[in-house]
């Protein structure tokens, strides 16, 4: 039950979050000075979150998109196709060129922040209607990831 | 129980109760206006500690905030728990297996904290059963029960499972001394003759936490009852309060209470590890179980032991000595210093403080009065330091502040009683409603105590709640005792029946809690690390469905081709990896239990359809906003039908002709 109140105040606060949305999870998580309504300094592009410049070559990094491909395997297969279908979450295809890398990486390994102040997240799961699972990624990992992600939509 | 007394109790708490306007005698008899204050913990704010209480006859072991009373969790520890798939599921069930076979209740009296340095370290707790004698060691990292092992010649295991301060020892004393050996046949009437106690030294290594028994010491035929480790000064020994030395067979509530004093039994385990380092024990040929759970292949690996070494103290005669304790004894508490043992007798009026010093001089001046079955009696004068004179009624246990007090429950006066220890003289006193059986002080039996509070764990609930048929819930009480009086804040109701319990400062266990099992390192038989490793095997007759769960879809989700006459076996890998994301997993008519898979976790059940058609399962845990869509079916066909074994997941266009 406590799961279905964290979505739904989740989906309310996409109507609220210009004001002062409230964290409800943990008493030590509380954050006020990121909440401020208005929120100026947020830059819907690159989402919040610890990546703020990530460095990407023209070219594919192949080792670097295997290791991503056996992640993806395990975490991230049972929710997202590499088509542009939709599972449980948005299909893979394309994904990075709709989003910038910061944005996937930030969504990938701080999905609770993401849902709560940015709108694209937002409007996603309101069209999933679930809470992407946070799936407790290291940083080299959701790296790896983004990476396979650039192979399937086709960088060599 | 006592009814005269209950009675007489009621009576006199009632009235005073159900006159909210006059005001309290004392604050001892009533509960002050700032009550409501102390025990408040505001909504999303933590409690200030954890109270491990036992669960008595439910087998369980609860978990309480402190001073809020919220219960936070049961864990299962000797009785099975469906709801959580405990002694269901494969992976669990061999935690149960014991010497008689699967055990699936016990009944768990006392819990205690591991400790290190004589403080409570917040790693393990420990439990006892007493019915068929086990300890249970359960990781406070993930609130589970981690390890069980049983105890050969045993039975009714009371006297534990008290530890020394360093945990090198857990220890398990019979309540109920029985046959041992060879010929266990033999007339009930021949108990002082065949009827032998024993005393089990349980090692617990220091990284791991594994149990060992190291040795038992054999002893005369008598029902040990409590112990407690000595401390600082008095590391090294241990003390074991026994009744029933009368050695009687038959009514005991009469023949066992014949004489004036029975004994504290100190052991110098230092002396015993001696013994057994120059290879004095016997090594004697038994039979009791060991399991553990590993939490990375999330299984329970039990085995069957069949050795154990015997120390025999009648012969090595510096292990063991007995000293007169008046009427019964039951608790046997020493303080924070390591220098008072305070026995506690059921039936005595008084309370007798023993004095280690004095112990160790009577020793050396060998001031004994003669020997029982072989092993040396102290004079009660030479190791006591005082009595307490009436103190109460029914003394039972005895906690410790560290602030040279002691908190001492009483039964059939049903009070908590402080004194100070060395003057030996009555403080205050509270009633406890009703008829107290054990009490706990934070680390109140450790060298340093955090003794903010007192709880008391009563026996009796009558009137105290709203009634709930003839059965109702034991009662706790929570007493402040940070000034010179207890002042009662706080009831709460409790599961089982409570024996004793332990508290601990909240941020010694909560900083180390587990969130959740890493996939990486699940090494589960069966684990399914992604769907494209989810299927389903044959083997014989068995089928292995190798599942994955996330929210909110089983894979797979259609499975077809299981016959009647299979055993099917459903092993449901939790491929979330965030914190509080179980998914539960449920089939029709499965004469077993549930599972809860917690995230990165694999759990298996077992599942014997027995007649032909299609079973729906789900996920029992609600997990998100499509949870109620979290389900699969599973179709069984007559052993005839050549369905073909099949499974899959999202296929929606190409079903089957109907049959």
Known sequence: MKKMILILSAAVGLYACSGNASKQETPAASTPAKTESGNPAYDPERGAGKFKDVAVSATLDKPMAEAGLKVYDVKCASCHKLSDEKLVGPGWKDVTRRHKPEWILNFITNVDEMLEKDAKAQAMLELCLVRMPNQNLSDEEARNVYEYMRQNDGVK | MKPFNQTFLLLTVTAACWLP????????????????????????????????????????????????????????????????????????????NTSHGFVPWDDLHHTELSQTNGEVDGRWVFANANNTPRVARVDLKTFRTAEIIELPNSAGNHSSPFITENTEYVVAGTR??????????????????????????????????????????????????????????????FFFSCYNSEQANTLLEVNASQRDKDFILAVNWKKAEEYLKAGKGVKKNVKYSRSRYDERSHMTKSEMLNEVT?????????????????????????????????????????????????????????????????????????????????????????EFDGKGNAYTSFFVSSEIVKWNIKELKVLDRVPTYYSIGHLCVPGGDSRKPNAKYVIAYNKITKDRYLPTGPELAQSAQL??????????????????????????????????????????????????????????????????????????????????GVKVGDEVYFHVTNLEQDWDIPHGFAVKGANNAELLIMPGE?????????????YPFYCTDFCSALHQEMSGYIRVSAPGNNVPLSFSLGKTNDAEAVR
């Not at chain 2, 204050?37 to 905030?65: C, H, I, M, R």
């Not at chain 2, 709460?492 to 319990?501: D, L």
């Not at chain 2, 508290?503 to 769907?531: C, F, P, Q, R, W």
Request: glycine share 10%; proline share 7%; charged share 20%.
């Open chain 2, 176 to 237: 109920f001394s029985v046959p041992i050996g060879d010929n266990q046949d033999v007339p009930i009437s021949s108990y002082k003759q065949n009827f032998k106690g024993s005393l089990s030294f349980i090692s617990v290594d220091k990284g791991t936490g594994n149990m060992d028994i190291a040795f038992q010491l054999q002893t005369p035929g008598v029902n040990f009852d409590l112990s407690h480790a000595g401390k600082g000064p008095s590391h090294g020994w």
């Open chain 2, 21 to 96: 306007a006059c005001k309290p005698n004392n604050a001892a008899t009533a509960v002050s206006g700032d009550a409501a204050a102390k025990a408040y913990v505001a909504p999303g704010k933590y409690d200030e500690f954890y109270n491990f209480v036992s669960g008595g006859f439910s087998g369980q072991l609860s978990v309480y905030g402190l001073p809020s009373g919220r219960l936070l969790r049961v864990i299962p520890v000797f009785s099975v728990d469906p709801e959580k798939g405990y002694g269901y599921s494969e992976n669990s069930k061999g935690m149960l």
């Open chain 2, 479 to 560: 007493f402040d005792i940070s000034g010179d009086k207890m002042q009662l804040i706080l009831d709460f109701p409790t599961i089982g029946e409570p024996h004793y319990a332990q508290a601990i400062a909240a941020d010694l266990v909560s900083k180390n809690s587990t969130k959740l099992y890493k996939i990486e390192e699940n090494t589960n038989t069966y684990v399914t690390k992604g769907e494209k490793e989810a299927k389903v095997v044959r083997e014989g007759n068995k089928v292995h469905v190798y599942a994955t769960s996330i929210r909110s879809h089983f894979a797979p989700d259609n499975i077809e």
């Open chain 2, 602 to 614: 694999t759990q298996t059940l077992k599942w014997v359809p027995e007649k032909p058609g299609v």
């Open chain 2, 310 to 398: 015997v120390l025999d103290p009648a012969v090595l005669k510096d292990i063991c000595y007995f000293i007169p304790c008046p009427k019964s004894p039951h608790g046997c508490d020493v303080d924070p210093s390591g220098e008072y043992i305070v026995g506690s007798g059921k039936l005595a009026a008084l309370v007798p403080v023993f004095s280690y010093t004095k112990i160790q001089k009577a020793i050396a001046d060998k001031a004994y009065d003669g020997e029982f079955e072989g092993i040396p009696v102290i004079k009660y004068e030479a190791a006591l330091y005082g009595e307490v004179q009436k103190p109460g009624l029914g003394p039972l246990h005895t």
